[in-house]
């Protein structure tokens, strides 16, 4: 059974950097072909990929985003972790991980999501 | 970056209706297009992939098609259960982008 989980804070202040962790269980990260993203939502509004880890440590970012992002895998703990600098109150979103597969390129299990919100 | 159009954002339909969504992308794009359904308060769930393939629990009153830059999520008979919000998702290039969404509601 896969399953994923995100963790990480409900509340950052403007400027900071948030981190997230996703916790996945059920598959590897180091199969051939398996990837974790970060997807995020904002209140009302619609889904926004955010990055990518594939299993061979390939890394891939939203063009828009991309100078905010790092994302990273500790492949024994089976967790990828998201970090996002120079939060803004418009970073406020639910933060989803989800697993990725190259041989089709979609979403096909996501955690529950993490609400974080950015405010002074 | 390619950018993925939905229409329309809000349909009002009844139990029973056939319901067609579409999703426009601003190029071409191979086959790399899925759609899902997300309800309040809930991660999306995975309804087709591959532009026609439909997930393997997904009901089979979901059904996927196009190609190009035309793709379509019918739903054959409207149930009570399908009342949500459904994103179509697209990859190309090493990036990946959702629609706005589609919100279907009770007519």
């Known amino acids: 059974q896969v399953t994923l989980r995100e963790s990480g804070p409900a509340l950052v202040k403007p400027t900071q950097t948030l981190t997230l962790t996703c916790t996945f269980s059920g598959f590897s990260l180091s199969t051939s072909g398996m990837c974790v993203s970060w997807i995020r939502q904002p209140p009302g509004k619609a889904l926004e990929w955010l990055a990518l880890i594939d299993w061979d440590d390939d890394k891939y970012y939203s063009t828009s985003l991309k100078t905010r992002l790092t994302i990273s895998k500790d492949t024994s703990r089976n967790q990828v972790v998201l970090t996002m600098t120079n939060m803004d109150p418009v970073d406020t979103a639910t933060y989803f991980c989800?697993?990725?597969?190259?041989?089709?390129?979609?979403?096909?299990?996501w955690g529950q999501g993490t609400l974080v919100t950015v405010s002074s | 970056d390619i950018q993925m159009t939905q229409s329309p954002s809000t349909l009002s339909a009844s139990v029973g209706d056939r319901v067609t969504i579409t999703c426009r992308a601003s190029?071409?794009?191979?086959?790399?297009l899925a759609w899902y359904q997300q309800k309040p308060g809930k991660a999306p769930k995975l309804l087709v992939y591959k532009a026609s393939s439909l997930e393997s629990e997904g009901p089979s009153r979901f059904s996927g098609s196009g190609s190009g830059t035309e793709f379509a999520l019918t739903i054959s008979s409207l149930q009570p259960d399908d009342f949500a919000t459904y994103y179509c998702q697209q990859y190309d290039s090493d990036s990946w982008t959702f629609g706005q969404g589609t919100k279907v509601e009770i007519k």
């Open positions: 190029q071409t794009i191979s086959s790399w």
């Open positions: 989800a697993r990725t597969t190259m041989k089709t390129r979609n979403f096909d299990y």
